[in-house]
């Protein structure tokens, strides 16, 4: 069974490695991971949040309700203009154990490659809030927060909002 990862915990600031082999383990993982993503009314949730120090995620256009299963998502290009959004996610919650949420400004568009599941290597061009999403996750892969794109006054005042961390 998974847990969630919450914001203080150490494995959400490192650096993940890289998925050499794709194992009936990882996969097993991401299905748990797309079930607790829906359940906890995400759209995204990458392998550190779990406490998992390996580079995939899963993610959902909610849209089209698509499932993405990333295995070394790669941002390959940024598109020219950005866009501010309000941004959560579910390992930064409040004391009432919901996300809180702050404007993160980000490109609108990105290239993004990676192997699926099955092994195929994929790549996508992203707009709008899937774009928003995969630079979310992809970003956990890397040890960093949306609350990193903000101002530290803001950070400072969103982070007076997040549950601690329990000891």
């Not at 959400?12 to 998925?19: E, F, G, I, S």
């Not at 998992?52 to 995620?57: H, V």
């Not at 941002?75 to 404007?103: H, K, Q």
């Not at 290597?121 to 995969?134: H, L």
Request: proline share 5%.
């Amino acid at each position: 069974m998974l847990q969630m990862k919450l914001c203080g915990d150490l494995v959400l600031r490192t650096n993940c490695a890289p998925v050499d082999n794709i194992t009936p383990e990882i996969l097993s993982t991401m299905d748990e991971m797309v079930a607790m993503m829906r359940e906890q009314n995400g759209v995204g949730l990458a392998a550190p949040q779990v406490g998992i120090l390996s580079r995939f995620l899963v993610m959902m256009d909610p849209d089209s309700e698509t499932v993405y299963r990333m295995i070394n998502p790669r941002i390959v290009s940024y598109g020219d203009t950005t866009c501010t959004m309000e941004e959560g996610c579910l390992s930064v919650l409040g004391n009432d154990g919901l996300p809180v949420f702050a404007n993160v400004s980000r490109p609108d568009s990105v290239v993004v490659e990676w192997t699926d599941e099955t092994g195929d290597k994929k790549m996508a061009q992203m707009s709008g809030t899937p774009a928003r999403i995969v630079q979310h996750e992809t970003d956990h892969l890397d040890g960093k927060l949306f609350i990193d794109y903000l101002s530290p006054l803001r950070r400072e005042m969103l982070m007076r909002k997040v549950k601690k961390l329990k000891k």
